[in-house]
Structure formats: C-alpha cells, structure tokens
C-alpha cells in the first residue's frame, strides 16, 4: 500500500449506531488530519494530530471522537450521529505541521457516510 | 474564520480549449496550493507555491502566487477529458496555535466536452 489509505470507503449507520473510521498513512509523515467533506461547502477541518498528539479540535460535536495510536493511523469513532453529518470524511497526513514550507497535505480516498 | 472565494463555481468547456480558475482572499497566506479531486476520490495536490509572485507549471497545469498574497490563478492548457474534476485552492496560514493549517475554496467543477 502507498500514500494514504482509508476503510471502509462506504458506510450506512444508524443514529444509534457505533462506528470507527479508519486511516492509515505509508509516507513516513507526523502529522494527520481529519476533514468532512458535504455538498457544496469547502473542506471543513475536523481534527489535527501531530506526533499523535491532539493539537487542534474546531469545535467539532463530541458524537466524533478521534484517535491517533501511533504517527500511522487515525481513527475516527463515530456514536450517535444525526443524518446531518452524512458526508465525506476524509483523512490525509503531512511531513509535519510545523514547518511552513514543504509542508503540503496528502489526502485518502474517502469514507462517504450516510446516517440514516 | 477564514473564507476563500473560488471562481468559477463550474465551467462547461470543449477539449482542447484553455482554461482559467481563481481564488482570492482578503487574508494573506503563506502558501497557496491547488489540488483536484475526481469523483469518488479525495483531493490529489497539483501545483504548491510559496513565494508571492511565483509562477510555477506542471505539465499542462501553470499556477501562480499573487503579488499581494491574498489570491492565485489555476491556468489548464490545451484541456483534454481526464481534466474533468472539481479543482480546489488552498491558502495555508499559521494558526495560532503553533501549527499551519489550510483553509480551502469551494471549488471549481470542471466538465470537458470532447
């Protein structure tokens, strides 16, 4: 596998569902990123971990909980959504975040959720 | 927070045809990037530009960074089929909170009539 890998690419959820989103990055880079793509609206940043570490968290709903075990993986853990957050989520990852320069954010394919 | 406009929302063209999208800002950013993402798939970056001013080509695909730091041109020439996508500026910042981040236009759907 290269670049950045998501599973599963589709889900249907309930409201009542649990789920997990996962993300799994080959490129050797610190940083990975959260985003939710919906229609006609640009990226919305969700989540930031560098070093898996939580560093940003805009004031995202706390039915999304995110989890970064080590630099490769990001998961993210999904309970009681509403149909509103169906959307796109994507993940992507960066050299690090720190840096100005050369710093550029490679993205997965995807999970497109629907809730129902 | 911070907005980018992104123009135009879509654009129908015939292959062959040259064609221009721009984003701009009234924030300045450090670095401007343009990515296009296929239907199904996330975005794929194209061009990265870090100086004000700079103008930097990649195949058929030429960008450049505006002089005040608040805008940036996506030129395609000579556009074929596999152009169709929807292509996204990003505007990257430090935000505050030790870390630079992107903020993200809304894009623009190309479609490319052969």
């Known amino acids: 596998e290269t670049g950045v890998t998501q599973t599963p690419r589709h889900l249907v959820m309930g409201m009542t569902n649990k789920k997990s989103l996962k993300c799994e990055q080959h490129l050797g880079h610190n940083a990975m990123y959260w985003y939710k793509q919906s229609a006609k609206k640009p990226l919305e940043l969700m989540f930031v971990y560098s070093l898996e570490e939580r560093v940003e968290n805009n004031s995202v709903p706390s039915r999304f909980s995110p989890e970064c075990p080590n630099s490769s993986h990001l998961f993210l853990h999904l309970h009681t959504l509403q149909p509103e957050d169906s959307a796109l989520y994507l993940c992507?990852?960066?050299?690090?975040?720190?840096?100005?320069?050369?710093?550029?954010?490679?993205f997965g394919p995807g999970t497109r959720l629907t809730v129902l | 927070g911070q907005q980018l406009n992104q123009s135009p929302q879509s654009m129908f063209i015939q292959e062959g045809e040259d064609v221009s999208m721009n984003c701009t800002s009234s924030?300045?950013?450090?670095?401007w990037l343009w990515y296009k993402q296929d239907p199904g798939e996330g975005p794929v970056l194209l061009i990265a530009?870090?100086?004000?001013?700079e103008l930097t080509s990649n195949g058929r695909l030429t960008a450049q960074f505006g002089i005040t730091r608040k805008d940036s041109f996506l030129n395609i020439s000579a556009s074929i089929p596999s152009d169709v996508g929807i292509y996204f500026c990003a505007g990257q910042q430090y935000s505050g909170a030790g870390s630079y981040q992107l903020t993200f236009g809304k894009g623009t759907k190309l479609s490319v009539i052969p």
């Open positions: 992507a990852s960066s050299q690090d975040q720190w840096r100005e320069i050369y710093n550029e954010q490679f």
């Open positions: 530009l870090y100086k004000a001013g």
């Open positions: 924030s300045i950013f450090n670095t």
